[in-house]
């Protein structure tokens, strides 16, 4: 999510992937597992490192792995592709475990491994998927034989000394250990929400539509050079109606295809204490229906929620921004599909493990058959631990019929950023549909002026004057590329390019995005929420925001006006789109023909213009190594939806249809 600035190899695999974690020279008697921390996998330096009090306790999550991933993998090919005879054919929960999760004896052997060693078990994942433990610092080392310190910077958690390892007997039920938190001394397993997210607003020097006001219009604007007289203002932010009409969702919803009948969940860290009613009246200010009792669900966190400790220890997580996260995913899937329920699935805090935890708590519980999935991290940061445990639970979702979408990120191909061209996970994951970003402009009617990719570059405009052309330079954009781990799935084939799905040599690999919609924060959505002001008030305030985490639940809502029309679930949806590949109901991204530019003003203290008010000139659809063309690229994948005949031909393909 953005909201003021835009925020190894190759694998050749057929169907399954083979994630390793434990090596030859393991001792005889024990079996190395890794650790994910809230800064990956790893060790820590032993020498010198701080030391933990013999009583600080923590909490622990044990992934299990599945029984026969590669069985897993080939249903989840038959049940998500349109020309087989087993399409749409999915598994309950229920079943998936019985089929694929580890045996109950062998979870059995665990959980008494665990209680003798002194842990103590507070959940089992209905799916037999993780075995949750809280313990002392003390008992945690004894049991897995390693010694732990206090993570590196400002995060929380702990990292080993040396790899945890487990008795050999166990090596089949214990994938990786992660989501290993301290726990404050004598804290209760309740939620305790931190304060709102601090007050950002910006100046009013804005468009209600692309094109409706310029420079010269405002006198705020006098710095701006002559040359840029007539460049529009940034639009004050996009409204529900609008994007409808820019996506071609009106006309649907207008006949009653708004959604109804259909869940879409959110996932994101922590639990937003003013979503619904900020939900309720932005909803009334822009004239949308506003919520039916029971419409948004917010589930309470599955166990303690770390968020207080992480707010009060400053962590990089930063609950707030979480909260205008939550804000953001159910707006934009109230505005586009407005009769759909959603169901707000909070993760107990932001480590990766925890995120995907949320996730398979929405195949446990069976609580939709569609996900929106904000979050995203540089492939290249990840190890096979990190993989292992979220693939089979992307797997496991799609034999149920659960879609999942997932942003691209917004550092377009992540060379400027990370000084490597990468992906980011869980978007390039095979069984994941990858959701990219574009810069949009739209008219006061909601008519279509231009859709581009979303790469923009920025430059301050200063005494009227434009800085240095140094200054102009990329800012941010929606994420894309092609996986080093990941081969290129069937469904890809015969699409994607060659010289993208083999930038970098060799067997093809999957390329990212799947397809996108408007991402850019310059172009963004207006939203509307509670912030926290200096003076200690609390106060709603309408912004506009962005990123590929809008463009994540806006798709995710044009799916469920496609699960209405279908009258059942579409389940993993990539292969179908691409199927849909080169018709009407995708608007091809081509790049521009000529270049688009807007001025953007924000105050330098982000609530008011006693700090001064800076400008800035941003300019669209700057090309990295990732673009747009005619078919499929690498920055908008298949496009972005044209909702009505999207809608239409994905209503058409029946289940168990050829």
């Known amino acids: 999510m953005r909201r003021r600035r835009a925020r190894r190899r190759l694998v050749v695999l057929a169907v399954a992937v083979t994630l390793v974690v434990a090596t030859a020279a393991t001792a005889q008697t024990r079996w190395p ?3 994910i921390t809230a800064t990956g996998a790893g060790v820590a330096d032993p020498d010198g490192a701080e030391t933990l009090p013999a009583d600080a306790e923590a909490a622990l999550t044990i992934n299990l792995p599945l029984r026969d991933l590669a069985a897993a993998e080939r249903l989840a090919a038959q049940v998500s592709d349109p020309a087989d005879p087993g399409y749409g054919r999915f598994l309950t929960q229920a079943q998936f475990t019985d089929r694929f999760a580890i045996r109950p004896d062998l979870l059995a052997r665990l959980r008494d491994w665990l209680s003798h060693e002194g842990l103590t078990i507070t959940a089992t994942s209905p799916s037999r998927r993780w075995v949750r433990v809280r313990a002392h610092v003390t008992v945690l080392e004894r049991a897995f034989r390693t010694t732990f310190r206090p993570a590196p910077s400002a995060t929380v958690g702990w990292v080993p000394s040396r ?18 938190t301290p726990l404050d001394p004598g804290v209760t397993e309740t939620t305790v929400p931190g304060p709102p997210p601090p007050a950002f607003r910006r100046p009013d020097i804005c468009s209600p539509a692309h094109g409706l006001r310029r420079a010269e219009d405002d006198p705020r604007t006098r710095q701006v050079p002559p040359s840029y007289a007539g460049t529009p203002l940034a639009v004050c932010g996009y409204t529900a109606r609008q994007l409808r009409a820019f996506y071609g969702a009106s006309a649907l919803t207008a006949a009653g295809v708004d959604g109804r009948g259909a869940t879409v969940a959110v996932i994101g860290a922590y639990r937003s204490p003013t979503l619904e009613q900020d939900t309720q009246r932005w909803a009334a200010r822009q004239g949308e229906p506003v919520l039916r009792p029971g419409q948004l669900r917010v589930l309470p966190p599955a166990r303690f929620s770390y968020g207080s400790a992480d707010h009060r220890n400053g962590d990089a997580c930063d609950e707030p921004s979480w909260y205008t996260e939550q804000t953001m995913d159910v707006e934009a899937v ?37 996900v929106s999935c904000t979050f995203s991290t540089p492939a290249d940061a990840l190890t096979g631990a990190d993989l292992a445990s979220a693939h089979a639970t992307f797997v496991q979702a799609v034999v149920q019929g659960v879609g999942l979408y997932a942003s691209s990120g917004d550092a377009g191909d992540n060379l400027i950023r990370r000084g490597a061209r990468t992906v980011t996970y869980p978007a390039a994951d095979p069984w994941v549909t990858a959701v990219g970003g574009t810069s949009i402009g739209v008219s006061a009617t909601g008519a279509r002026i231009f859709e581009v990719g979303w790469q923009t570059a920025a430059s301050e405009l200063v005494a009227r004057r434009r800085t240095t052309a140094a200054s102009d330079a990329f800012d941010a954009g929606g994420g894309g590329g ?15 390019p060659a010289d993208v799905s083999q930038y970098f040599g060799g067997t093809p690999g999957r390329a990212v995005p799947d397809l996108a919609a408007v991402a850019d924060p310059t172009t963004g959505y207006l939203i509307g929420q509670t912030q926290l002001f200096p003076d200690g008030r609390s106060t709603y305030v309408e912004l506009r925001v962005g990123g590929t985490s809008l463009a994540t639940p806006l798709v995710a809502a044009v799916m469920a006006l496609a699960q209405q029309a279908r009258g059942i679930p579409l389940g993993f949806a990539a292969p179908a789109l691409y199927r849909l590949a080169g018709t009407p109901a995708f608007h091809d991204i081509v790049p521009a023909p000529h270049t688009i530019a807007v001025i953007t003003a924000s105050y330098r203290n982000d609530r008011d213009p006693s700090g001064g008010t800076q400008l800035q000139l941003r300019t669209f659809d700057t090309a990295q190594t990732i ?10 994948g298949l496009g972005t939806p044209d909702a009505r005949p999207l809608v239409m031909a994905l209503a058409r393909q029946a289940a168990g249809a050829a």
């Open 163 to 180: 790899p945890p390892t487990v008795p050999r007997e166990l090596a089949g039920a214990v994938e990786s250990l992660g989501g290993l």
């Open 334 to 370: 109230h505005g586009m599909a407005p009769g759909a329920d959603i169901a707000v699935v909070p993760a107990v805090s932001c480590q990766l493990s925890d995120l995907y935890e949320a996730v398979q708590r929405v195949l446990d519980e069976s609580l939709a058959p569609i």
């Open 482 to 496: 092609v996986s080093r781990t990941f081969a290129q799935p069937a469904y890809q084939k015969g699409v994607v």
């Open 627 to 636: 673009h747009t063309r005619a078919g499929y690229d690498d920055e908008t």
């Open 33 to 35: 597992v890794e650790l």
